[in-house]
């Protein structure tokens, strides 16, 4: 606890209270979806489309991730990676709803069933974006090196970041875009853990084309979405120039030769719901809804 008084706390006066008690609707952009326990509040059915992949999702960075990865394995002719992609609107409370639930039980986008699963037998879920990475990767064969060492880093990266993304989307991107008020200390000390992590990624990217070295795998599509986003500014209002991303030079390129490949430029498109209507396509369900159904043309019909 700390040794300062409660007057020099923030906001003044403020003193932990032995016991936390939930405060409903205390502040912030997703106050109104944040609570303390588990479960469904309501019941939902899940819609399931045409396809044995049903991804339920949205365009955030770990929706993106395995998007990408979709497209990605129809871009190397997988054709049993055709998928559906039905919208959860998390701001609307989709992720309580009961089908949603029984498919990922901590609420979170994205979320996978597999009605053909190698193994047989009954649809498999599959949940956390890394989780849902690693078994297309291996239903398919692809995208994850069977070599043991090129393997294992790509492994060590993608689990860098699921253990590193928290402190830049929960920690910085918080307390500088969302909270209801600016804390110094709060983004200073997400500030700076962001930079030592783009740092960790500029210094390994200086030696290797890729994540896992010159093979383009499950890695990258896990950091990219969050790290490469962040170093075209497209991420937290004007967070790229505040965290001086041009600086990291090796980031940059990697970065641009991701967002140039068709597959992460469909991928990113998918269940997104802000920003230029073409880039839009809220569901999809075949490849060529990319031509006919982004909410430009939706908006026009």
């Known amino acids: ?20 008690t939930w405060e ?8 109104n979806i944040n609570r303390p326990i588990a479960g469904p509040t309501h019941e939902k059915v899940l819609p399931v489309g045409e396809h044995p992949l049903q991804l339920y999702s949205l365009g955030t960075p770990n929706g993106v991730k395995v998007t990408i990865m979709l497209e990605e ?13 039905w919208l959860i609107k998390i701001g609307e409370g989709d992720q309580f709803g009961s089908g949603f639930v029984e498919v990922n039980p901590n609420s979170k986008i994205p979320a996978l069933m597999d009605h053909a699963p190698k193994s047989g037998g009954e649809p498999l879920r599959v949940f956390e974006s890394a989780s849902i990475l690693v078994y297309l990767a291996e239903k398919f064969g692809a995208f994850l090196p069977t070599d043991p060492r090129t393997r294992t880093e790509t492994l ?8 590193s993304a928290p402190f830049l989307g929960g920690g ?3 307390f500088y875009a969302y909270a209801p008020m600016k804390i110094k200390y ?12 783009m740092d960790v990624l500029n210094r390994h990217l200086a030696n290797n084309e890729f994540m896992a070295g010159s093979e383009y795998t499950i890695a990258d599509m896990a950091i990219w ?3 490469g986003r962040l170093a075209l500014k497209d991420a937290y209002n004007d967070a790229g120039d505040f965290l ?16 140039r490949r068709p597959a992460v430029r469909r991928g990113r498109m998918v269940n997104r719901t802000s920003g230029d209507p073409s880039e839009q396509l809220h569901e999809r369900h075949d490849a060529s809804d990319f031509d006919t159904k982004t909410q430009d043309k939706i908006a026009i019909a």
């Open 1 to 20: 606890m700390s040794e300062k008084s409660p007057a020099d706390n923030f906001p003044a006066g403020y003193e932990p209270s032995k016991v936390w």
């Open 24 to 31: 409903k609707g205390n502040g912030g952009q997703f106050a």
């Open 73 to 85: 394995l129809l871009a190397a002719g997988h054709k049993g990676a055709e998928y559906d992609a």
């Open 156 to 163: 060590n990266w993608l689990f860098w970041q699921m253990g």
């Open 172 to 174: 910085f991107g918080h």
């Open 186 to 197: 709060a983004i200073d000390r997400y500030a700076m853990e962001v930079k030592r992590q």
């Open 225 to 227: 979405p969050w790290y």
């Open 244 to 259: 001086s991303v041009d600086e990291y030079e090796h980031v940059q390129r990697w970065t641009k030769q991701i967002d």
